[in-house]
């Protein structure tokens, strides 16, 4: 087991400027408060990563309530965030806490895209009885979708824990071990390189289940003449990367070898076609035009990839039918993928940073590589 030295400081964040970009978007979204209440909205809102918490946010207060278990971390994540906010303890009386904080306020804003329509309900006859309920949507989200330097670097940092988890793994591809075992060893690797967690749950995916975009690690051992479809993640300070690559066992047949050249193609049209100021659809197109070209468009079965930043699945959206524009700042994936039963399945995947001028890749293990050569 190779020993880690200690590593850098990551760049702080702006926490601090995030209450007031929200602020600003009170005006066009008709409300006079937000009563945020998904937590990882609250988490980037505060730098509190509790497992519960309210945050009542008005034009120039506010609150983030959460109970008693979180009574020592609650004040100090917010303040190493440097968050410009108020905290409240309590188990009972979260409402009484709340409610004085948005007693003012005619228009509050609720997140309609996590409040249940039975929470809605209660907050609006107890909660907030005499003031309008306003349905929001992505508020928050859209904040979240440019990252600051912070942010990049610790998507950065996750991204380089998987580069080097799939280094020191990728050697026993050819050992016969089963996609559980491969997974396993990503992961715990992963970890013990310091990441706090995987981004999402390992794809390890040999023969036939690579052609399975999804699947779980299963007991199949990998045997010559798989195509394995690795996709992983590290998770740094609550941000994710998320990298797939596809790796041929042995000797790969005629048709692998040219799905791995189409896939690959795919991936670089992709990537290339990312820059500020792009529709999203055009990186989709970009890549489902050489796939296309191949012959193999309905192998292609999902969209071309998606934002990256405290989920690992978030704005924005890169498919065939997005109608946003890419800007600078903004963290998505490029992840073509042609999937052939009776050959298995390739998949690329890089996570990358949207600049001025391009994108600028944030998981870096070489693409295209087999197991077998490596030994050689
Ligand atoms: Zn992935
Ligand atoms: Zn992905």
Not at 7 to 18: I, S, Y
Request: hydrophobic share 45%; proline share 4%; net charge negative.
């Amino acid at each position: 087991m190779s020993t880690t030295s200690p590593l850098p400081e990551l760049v702080p964040m702006d926490v601090a400027g995030r209450l007031g970009r929200l602020r600003a978007a009170f005006d066009g979204a008709g409300v006079d408060a937000l009563f945020v209440t998904h937590l990882t909205n609250i988490r980037y809102l505060t730098g509190f990563t509790g497992s519960a918490a309210l945050l009542a946010v008005t034009p120039d207060r506010a609150l983030l309530v959460t109970d008693g278990r979180y009574a020592g971390q609650a004040p100090r994540e917010v303040d190493a965030a440097g968050a410009p906010v108020e905290v409240g303890i309590s188990a009972e009386a979260q409402r009484e806490l709340v409610q004085a904080v948005l007693d003012g306020s005619a228009r509050i804003g609720l997140e309609a895209e996590h409040v249940s329509w039975a929470s809605r309900d209660r907050y609006a006859s107890s909660w907030f009885p005499n003031a309008d309920l306003v349905a929001t949507a992505g508020l928050v989200e859209e904040l979240r979708l440019a990252k600051d330097a912070g942010e990049i670097a610790r998507i950065r940092r996750a991204g380089a824990f998987a580069d080097a988890a799939l280094a020191e793994v990728r050697p026993l591809l050819d050992e016969g071990l089963t996609e559980r075992q491969i997974g396993l060893e990503l992961d715990t690797t992963m970890r013990r390189l310091g990441a706090s967690d995987t981004s999402f749950e390992t794809i390890v995916a040999s023969g036939s289940n690579g052609a399975l975009p999804h699947a779980r690690p299963s007991d199949r051992r990998i045997v010559a003449g798989d195509l394995v479809v690795i996709d992983i993640g590290a998770l740094v300070d609550g941000y994710c990367s998320d990298m797939t690559r596809t790796v041929a066992v042995g000797e790969p047949s005629s048709t692998q070898v040219r799905m791995l050249e189409v896939v690959l193609a795919a991936q670089a049209a992709g990537v290339a076609a990312v820059r500020a100021g792009v529709p999203a659809a055009d990186v989709d197109a970009a890549c489902r035009a050489v796939i296309e070209d191949a012959g193999w468009g309905d192998a292609f079965s999902h969209g071309t990839g998606h934002g990256v930043g405290l989920d690992i699945h978030e704005a924005r959206r890169v498919g065939r039918t997005s109608t946003a524009t890419l800007a600078a700042g903004q963290v998505v994936t490029v992840e073509p993928g042609v999937y052939l039963p009776e050959h298995g399945g390739v998949r690329i995947e890089d996570t990358v940073v949207v600049t001025e001028v391009g994108a600028e890749p944030l998981t870096l293990t070489p693409k295209l590589t087999r197991v077998a050569q490596e030994h050689d």
